[in-house]
């Protein structure tokens, strides 16, 4: 596609839920980041995907929060037994290796937990 | 703790204004400065990135200025248009650093 994408747009859960939220990446970009931003706060570094290579998993707050990315294209972020302040916009960006102030960055998806 | 911090919270300027918004740091490893503008809706868009080895960086409209030695950096929206309201966003990234840490954002209101 010509950007990325995410889905879903919005998501409202129940406390203690799991969700899954999907990216597709610019095709050809073979690094892939999650980021959360929280209303009035800065965009917060969750993971990062290169290539191959083993996540950075350094940003996810907890171990609630997964992530993976399958055949070095689609990503699935997993937050399982969710919690009010988790409550946040998750975007997704991708960028060729190398050069991660070129992030291109999607929607995000809007999550609501009750 | 905030990486990066970033002031004003919001910013309000006449059409033809330069609003200035302002970003600090402290880490001496980071090497790379972008910022970005995000619509309501939409995920953030690079704007305009700067070196630290350069004082001043323009494209069009957009102007940063960077102080390295207060740690500082500033975006200047020359002659701004209803168009530019939006959110920006300093950044900074550490040498050979995989993400980007961001400011907490500027809502800046262009009035006709």
């Known amino acids: 596609g010509a950007g990325v994408s995410q889905s879903p747009s919005n998501k409202v859960t129940e406390k203690g839920k799991d969700v899954e939220l999907r990216c597709d990446p610019i095709s050809g970009h073979t690094a892939l980041y999650w980021y959360r931003q929280s209303l009035g706060q800065g965009l917060e570094f969750l993971i990062y995907f290169q290539g191959n290579s083993a996540p950075d998993k350094s940003g996810l707050p907890s171990d609630r929060f997964s992530a993976e990315r399958t055949g070095g294209s689609v990503s699935t972020l997993t937050i399982q037994r969710t919690q009010q302040e988790d409550s946040a916009v998750y975007l997704c960006?991708?960028?060729?290796?190398?050069?991660?102030?070129?992030?291109?960055f999607g929607p995000g998806t809007r999550l609501t937990v009750l | 703790q905030q990486q990066v911090k970033q002031s004003p919270q919001s910013l309000i300027v006449q059409k033809g204004g330069i609003p200035i918004i302002n970003c600090a740091y402290e880490?001496?490893?980071?090497?790379?400065f972008p910022w970005y503008q995000q619509f309501p809706g939409k995920g953030p868009a690079l704007l305009i990135a700067?070196?630290?080895?350069?004082s001043e960086k323009k494209e069009g409209r957009f102007t940063i200025s960077f102080n390295k030695s207060a740690k500082q950096f500033s975006l200047h929206i020359m002659d701004s248009q209803p168009g530019d309201s939006a959110t920006y966003f300093c950044?900074?990234?550490?040498?050979?650093?995989?993400?980007?840490?961001f400011g907490t954002g500027t809502r800046l209101t262009v009035i006709p």
């Open positions: 950044a900074a990234r550490g040498t050979g650093a995989n993400n980007l840490f």
């Open positions: 880490n001496t490893a980071f090497d790379y």
């Open positions: 700067i070196r630290p080895d350069v």
């Open positions: 960006a991708s960028s060729f290796a190398g050069s991660p102030p070129g992030q291109f």
